[in-house]
Nanobody, 123 residues
Framework: VQLQASGGGLVQAGGSLRLSCTDS????????VGWFRQAPGKEREFVAA????????LYGDAVTGRFTISRDNAKNTVALEMNSLKPEDTAVYYC?????????????????WGQGTPVTVSS
């Protein structure tokens, strides 16, 4: 598994962004995948996760109702649709492949991490 996150950028509060996570080795279709974020000076925070078949999803309390995670295994992609963005969503966003077919809220359950993509939400 070799992950790459993309789609970050600068957006105004209330706007939307779509992040994508791809596996260049095309092997993570059997893994749960999660998104985490880390703001400057803060710990890494769970955002969302999805099971290998896409039938189970988890969301962090801060993003529930605003963010949606999805996956297309045929395209080897997991997406994070972010709506109604707030300045407090500003962070570097990371995708990660779980060590199991299911996603998790815990960093320790993920064995493969991509480089982050920065998201900045201006007020």
């Amino acid at each position: 598994v070799q992950l790459q996150a993309s789609g970050g950028g600068l957006v105004q509060a209330g706007g939307s962004l779509r992040l994508s996570c791809t596996d260049s080795r095309r092997t993570f279709s059997n893994n749960g995948v999660g998104w985490f974020r880390q703001a400057p000076g803060k710990e890494r925070e769970f955002v969302a996760a999805i099971s290998w078949r896409g039938d189970r999803t988890l969301y962090g309390d801060a993003v529930t109702g605003r963010f949606t995670i999805s996956r297309d295994n045929a395209k080897n992609t997991v997406a994070l649709e972010m709506n109604s963005l707030k300045p407090e969503d500003t962070a570097v966003y990371y995708c990660a492949a779980a060590l199991s077919p299911f996603g998790s809220r815990e960093c320790a359950d993920y064995g493969y991490w991509g480089q982050g993509t920065p998201v900045t939400v201006s007020s």
